[in-house]
């Protein structure tokens, strides 16, 4: 079946850290893979995204790498910021067409001043 | 351009009552998606319409329904409430046949039942 696992949370830095939220996926066939974040209060924002291997997603200084030899789409920041506090979700897609999102279970980042 | 749109932002009702949540989607996309995001239970597919027709059906009860209106607006429809219903239904909705099949999320109805 089609399932993602994200590293377990809660995740603190302080502001200008490096930031890694590991996320692995199985999936039947090629998946296309997400990163959406969810602020305070709010509904799910799509962040980047992945339609094929070793595609590079990046917005807003995040970047993640469709690794389909490891099956991973990691999160990466170089420099954290405190407005970057929220609850990250990885998911994948299972088809190439628009089809159900299966969502890992979420990893909360806190970012100290 | 205006984002996807969900009413009420919250609701209270007791167990055994019914509950409707609205959905508008994106001006454009015909593809609505409604999902469950339920406390320590992460976020889990609901359902899929696409031009009027339930496409896809995640793991619910039938008393969990929906339908889809000519203008691809959405309800969601939930029948004898039961405690455990009490999540933040979120809707979403894509370009069923753009290439990057991105889903847009509204912010969400939140439901509680008492």
């Known amino acids: 079946g089609n399932s993602v696992t994200q590293m377990e949370g809660p995740v603190t830095l302080s502001e200008e850290a490096f930031l890694t939220i590991n996320c692995t996926y199985t999936a039947t066939g090629y998946p296309s893979l997400f990163w959406y974040v969810q602020y305070p209060g709010e509904g799910l924002q799509l962040l980047l995204k992945a339609t094929k291997a070793d595609d590079k997603g990046s917005n807003k200084g995040f970047e993640a790498t469709y690794r389909k030899e490891t099956t991973s789409f990691h999160l990466e920041k170089g420099s954290v910021q405190v407005s970057d506090s929220a609850v990250y979700f990885c998911?994948?897609?299972?088809?190439?067409?628009?089809?159900?999102?299966?969502f890992g279970q979420g990893t909360r980042l806190t970012i100290n001043p | 351009e205006a984002g996807v749109t969900q009413s009420p932002t919250h609701l209270i009702k007791t167990r055994g009552q019914q509950v409707t949540l609205r959905c508008s989607p994106i001006?454009?996309?015909?593809?609505v998606y409604w999902y469950q995001q339920a406390l320590g239970l992460g976020l889990q597919f609901l359902l899929w319409y696409d031009e009027g027709e339930e496409r896809n059906r995640g793991n619910f009860p039938p008393r969990f329904s929906g339908r889809q209106f000519p203008n691809y607006s959405s309800e969601l429809n939930v029948n004898a409430l039961e405690l455990e219903d009490s999540a933040l239904y979120l809707c979403a909705s894509s370009l069923r046949l753009a290439v990057t099949d991105t889903q847009y999320f509204g912010p969400g109805t939140r439901l509680t039942v008492l």
């Open positions: 001006s454009g996309h015909t593809s």
């Open positions: 998911a994948l897609s299972p088809y190439q067409g628009a089809q159900k999102l299966v």
